[in-house]
């Protein structure tokens, strides 16, 4: 593919042994875009020798390496290195619809809005999927109004972060959060706090369930209480913060 890039899918990857064909997968389906793409993927702690042929012989492909800094690090390192004005993130061992960028990229470009997101699919050991609805209804919101369909920390958050397709300086704006667990929260409520979107009806990425995945380990329920408070916590203050700054003079 010899266009210029416009969208850059951030990957953050240990080269688990049990994920590689995963990552496999996740490459397959960009290579199944039309829009044209690159993709920036971070080494936590890795091997480079261990990533798959098929990213290693793709010129689409960089790498970041780094040692062993956990994802929320990593993915946020990474996108320092994005060079193209639209980013969406995205985990190694998942894959995104046949059409995802290009139903999201028309959005942005004709609206004018800093983000577009879509629904996900639970993709299920047998091959079968089944369709997760964001909270956040479909159609135009303003920023902010995304986290208020997230009623409480308890509830399903109200859109998904990996199904979020957005221009990268709202990303640098809105990174990662600091946690081992639950960062990707942080970057949606941020993301759709400081600029106005558009949820789309529609499938955008799938989200693989497997025994390997982080929900499955132990620890993962002890943390996920905490990391859902402070994210819903971050997206009240953040949204009230912004709502409190004066309109700049001559605005009206």
């Known amino acids: 593919m010899s266009e210029t890039p416009l969208i850059t899918v951030v990957i953050a990857t240990q080269l688990r042994e049990d994920r590689l064909d995963y990552l496999t997968a996740m490459h ?30 793709d ?8 040692p062993a800094v956990g994802a929320a690090c990593a993915r946020n390192l990474a996108l320092t290195d994005v060079r193209t004005e639209f980013c969406n993130w995205a985990d190694d061992d998942d894959e995104f619809t046949d059409t995802a960028m290009a139903r999201r990229l028309k959005i942005l470009q004709a609206e004018g809005v800093g983000w577009c997101a879509g629904y996900s699919e639970d993709l299920h050991p047998d091959g079968t999927a089944s369709l997760w609805e964001a909270p956040a209804p479909p159609g135009r919101h303003e920023a902010g109004s995304v986290w208020t369909y997230w009623r409480s920390p308890a509830d399903t958050i109200p859109i998904g972060p990996t199904t979020i397709l957005a221009r990268t300086e ?13 960062e990707d929260y942080m970057t949606a409520v941020g993301i759709t706090s400081l600029a106005p979107g558009v949820v789309l009806p529609v499938p955008v990425y799938r989200y693989r369930k497997h025994e390997g995945q982080m929900t499955r380990q132990a620890s993962y329920d002890q943390l996920e209480a905490a990391a859902r408070r402070h994210a819903w916590h971050y997206g009240r203050s953040l949204r009230t913060a912004l709502r409190s700054v004066p309109a700049p003079v001559g605005s009206g």
């Open 170 to 182: 709202l990303m640098r704006a809105a990174p990662m959060g600091g946690l081992v667990q639950g």
């Open 59 to 66: 010129p689409r492909v960089r790498t970041v390496e780094l």
């Open 28 to 57: 397959a389906s960009l290579t199944r875009q039309s829009v044209p793409w690159e993709a920036v993927v971070a080494l936590d702690g890795a091997d480079p020798a261990r990533l798959p042929t098929a990213l290693s012989h």
